[in-house]
């Protein structure tokens, strides 16, 4: 597959309709199966290591129509995704008070090897921005890491977030900063 163009990928919520997609995103090589985005995720302790019970959570969230994250395309390929949804549905965080506010967190991205590196992190976060903004949300937090950072790089790189308008508001940890984005 060529690499997909940074100005070509569409961005849909994930619903029932397209487990299978998703699925075949995250279990293909490379793919995030170990975690399933789900680690960030409030899950009974018994789940925390198990594979396939992050997996089962998973998709009883999206068949619940609960909100997950964004799938992005290159043609009926998936090849890229992002864990968005209200910060209640996760923990363990880091994050700062919300005093009131509708926040929505943007925990975790995965792109397919062949799409790194052309912009598909940039619209992924676009695509998370647009998402939490029309959910109604007041404040789209994430938690990214230095772009020297050993570990964390999931989360997407600080400078990618500030060019998007993304103010520092914290730090999570040693490496993750906490930065916000008022919707």
């Known amino acids: 597959m060529a690499a997909p163009s940074p ?11 397209e487990w299978d997609d998703f699925e075949a995103l995250f279990e293909g090589p490379g ?13 009974p302790s018994a789940a925390r290591s198990d594979q396939a019970a992050k997996k089962r959570a998973k998709k009883a969230r999206i068949l619940a129509d609960q909100p997950v994250g964004l ?13 968005v949804a209200p910060r ?5 965080l880091g994050g700062a ?14 792109v397919k090897r062949e799409g790194r590196g052309v912009g598909v992190s940039k619209q992924l976060i676009r695509a998370a921005i647009q998402l939490a ?13 230095d772009p020297t950072s ?11 977030f500030q060019e998007l308008g993304f103010q520092v508001v914290g730090q999570a940890g040693s490496r993750r900063h906490v930065m916000r984005l008022k919707l």
């Open 31 to 43: 793919g995030p199966k170990h975690c399933w985005c789900m680690v960030r995720r409030a899950l």
């Open 88 to 92: 209640e549905t996760f923990c363990n």
């Open 97 to 110: 008070e919300a005093d009131g506010a509708d926040v929505w967190s943007l925990v975790c991205m995965f």
């Open 71 to 83: 799938p992005g395309h290159h043609g009926a390929q998936p090849v890229a995704s992002c864990s």
């Open 150 to 160: 050993p570990s964390y790089r999931f989360m997407g790189f600080v400078p990618v």
């Open 7 to 17: 100005t070509r990928l569409p961005f849909n919520e994930v619903t029932s309709s």
């Open 133 to 145: 903004r029309h959910r109604g949300a007041d404040v789209l937090e994430a938690y990214p890491v």
